[in-house]
């Protein structure tokens, strides 16, 4: 019999209706003759307010205990789903991460997969059951529960389907699947019917809200397919997976934008050995996470350093470089309200011309580029925040993206 | 270093400020010089609105998965707990029923402890820390989670202290201990010093909702001493305990009152063998809990058989004796809004005149009994609702009850 891998978002729980409505989505997919494992993450804002309950008790509370907290949440969802299911006369049994065994690290808060065991989920399957597994909890060593971070479910997901050997990943949320840039900003956008692990890895990772990278990652490792999918309706999603086309393909797949940027500069820093490592080690040590990097030499043989940081990291970041400025030498500068704007496609740095068609609508529309950071399919440029829409529409029409495939 | 068990009730729990209150309390007691294992209950409405939660999803939630779903009540609140004790510096870890060890058997929502493993509390506290165990909750032999039933938590908190061989178990809750009567009804009422554990199990299984019966059942069979004691205040509360001069106490300790009960009689039933199991056997198959039970037989040789039971069995109750009459014959009648008074008291039924002074004094006040019952150590009499306020205050007064010891 078939195996299905499914994982249902937060949103798509959020309430007893949605539920239900996804208990019956999963019963049809057994009723087609498929065995059923599925994924779910906390309802709606669940973990959002065990997280305010915690900080209420406390302004720093204990990760191991953290961890613990907010792995209810999943246990929550879980449970009211195989309710729901056992309510339509479906076989099903819910397991927590710690009852199915999936193995992780010690690392609370964002704990990483060691190992999935398969005989209590590989039983229930044989036993003719649904299962319904917690996302975003796994069980360390000790015994202790541990979580995988934020968006850690759609991990779980393609950690178990790699884990049962399943066929592929099906990826439920609250959009239709990847698109060619926002639609929320370009109304042209269009559904990317499929697209590689490296360019939704870089979509996702420069602000595409649509799947978590690791979970991304973690498919291309095994070339497991991944389809990310409404749960509200019908329509199929976007498939993820190695590609065999690629190269026929356009070039530029999809325009990602990100307004979460603000940028730091120490100006006039000492150019010696161990001066990056001197800045960056205790941003670090403060979690704070740190995004472009430049440096350049200027003729005085002083170093300028820009960082770009997430705007809750910003106030931390701007405190220490700060303090290290005293320390080292040099001056400070810092600026919010930035923006990264992408283009994303296979084999845009191999193909001449890309960039410098970027670069130069943008200047046509009098966006300023502050700083620019380039990977193998990725052109990233940090441009003001206001400049966002314009950006993004002008790159959607100027790589055609509205045509079809 | 002497161990110290506590449990904390789901009102002493109930927000950010009395969990704060409570970690205290835990921490004040560790810095005496003792080791502490704490058990909790789920903060204040939790369970309530998880059974809500799960009746929005469905109308008969699966037993397996609503154990489960109501463990995270006890899971969250274990774990903040912990978090504000980390938060005052005190070396602490929260350990659910199956990290713990809590063996059950596997009757899901109302499971019965068949043993605890030691070694990983036991290696806890030897490392120092606190323990935070959640109340309510066990593992059967699959690994799946089980719970003990409403009032689980105190029944969790002895059966640690009996497995740990704790000298006590302080019992933490939102009234001061046990009274002579409800202080609600009765000004005078008394709090009791001492009390031993038979007359509070009658105390509590006649209403008085100081402690779950179950929990001092455990109680006694350990011989533990139990303190039930109010967690806002520190003066002292009842110690429940095997009573060493009993003999030579007041035997009326206290007038219990439960308002909860409506009467079912059949009347003209066949008088033979095996009906009463005809009657009582479908309604224990319905889950309906009985209480009082009154036969007798008339001189036509037909039986009338009465039994009370809590409101909400009421009509489910009413339902299946109308059933059973059209099938075996007889007629039903039912009266709702009547409720229970007991005297409790060691050596009552030994010593004579009680029964008859708390049927004179009802009688003066003009209260009518409907059913009497007696215990070797209590007399209940069934009287109507609105005779409750009446009844308890006259009988307290008749007993003497407002005098110290």
Known sequence: ???????????????????RHVAGRIKRTRDAGNQVVVVVSAMGDTT????????????????????LLLSTGETQSATLVAMAMQAMGCPVVSLTGPQLGIRT?????????????TDRVGGELANGRCVIVTGFQG???????????????????????CALRAPRCEIYTDVDGGFTADP??????????????????????QGARVMHPRAVELGELYSLPIEVRSSFHDRPGTLIHAGESMEIRKHVRG???DTDVAKITMLGVPDRPGIAHAIFAPLADASVSVDVIVQTVNAQGNAEISFTVGRTDFNRALQITEELARTIGGTVDSRRNLAKVSIVGTGLQSAPGYAARMFGVLAEHNVNIDTITTSDIRITCVIDEAAVPEAVRTLHATFELDRED
């Open 1 to 19: 019999m078939p195996l299905v891998i499914q994982k249902y978002g937060g949103s798509s729980l959020a309430d007893a209706d949605r539920i």
């Open 48 to 67: 959002d307010d065990l997280i305010k309950l915690a900080h209420s008790v406390t302004d720093e509370p204990d990760k191991r205990e953290m961890d």
């Open 105 to 117: 690290d010690a690392a609370y808060s964002r704990a990483r997969i060691v190992d999935i065991e």
């Open 139 to 161: 069980v360390n060593q000790q015994g202790d529960v541990t979580t995988l971070g934020r968006g850690g479910s759609d991990t779980s997901a393609v950690a178990l389907a």
């Open 184 to 205: 929320r900003v370009v109304p042209q956008a269009r559904q990317l019917k499929e697209i590689s692990y490296e360019e939704m890895l870089e979509l996702a990772q």
């Open 255 to 257: 325009i990602a934008h």
